[in-house]
């Protein structure tokens, strides 16, 4: 099960980019994705830890794989030329796969909880 953080990020140099990628520590690979490009600011706008990271990302760049930008720095064949609403449905996906980890984390407790009481009758 590969339970990795899905992000979605920018760049100050071409307002219409968007980055798709996962990691473990979403916070240090946009530090790395920063650092490896002069010039610009890269920037995460938002992350979800998301049940088959790879396969969601996957997905993800095949989907938009005619929008796909080379662009530079580190990760350089995952930026996407998207629209405003592309941007928005990105984030409903994204947003939509991490709800189902949390809300199968829930049922999962509940349930614990569940046998806990019933077994203590």
């Given at each position: 099960m590969d339970l990795r953080y899905i992000y979605i990020g920018r760049t100050t140099r071409n307002r219409s980019l968007v980055k798709i990628g996962?990691?473990?520590n979403p916070?240090?690979?946009?530090q790395q994705i920063d650092n490896s490009i002069?010039?610009?600011k890269e920037y995460p706008v938002?992350?979800?830890r998301?049940?088959?990271a790879?396969?969601?990302?996957?997905q993800l760049h095949s989907k938009y794989a005619n929008k796909r930008k080379g662009y530079k720095g580190?990760?350089?064949?995952?930026?996407?030329?998207?629209g405003f609403f592309a941007r928005i449905w990105l984030w409903l996906i994204i947003a939509a796969h991490g709800l189902i980890l949390i809300v199968l984390a829930v049922v999962l407790m509940l349930s614990v909880l569940v046998s806990v009481i019933a077994l203590s009758f």
């Amino acid at each position: 099960m590969d339970l990795r953080y899905i992000y979605i990020g920018r760049t100050t140099r071409n307002r219409s980019l968007v980055k798709i990628g996962i990691a473990a520590n979403p916070r240090k690979r946009w530090q790395q994705i920063d650092n490896s490009i002069k010039g610009s600011k890269e920037y995460p706008v938002a992350f979800f830890r998301v049940l088959n990271a790879r396969q969601l990302e996957r997905q993800l760049h095949s989907k938009y794989a005619n929008k796909r930008k080379g662009y530079k720095g580190s990760g350089k064949t995952e930026w996407f030329a998207l629209g405003f609403f592309a941007r928005i449905w990105l984030w409903l996906i994204i947003a939509a796969h991490g709800l189902i980890l949390i809300v199968l984390a829930v049922v999962l407790m509940l349930s614990v909880l569940v046998s806990v009481i019933a077994l203590s009758f």
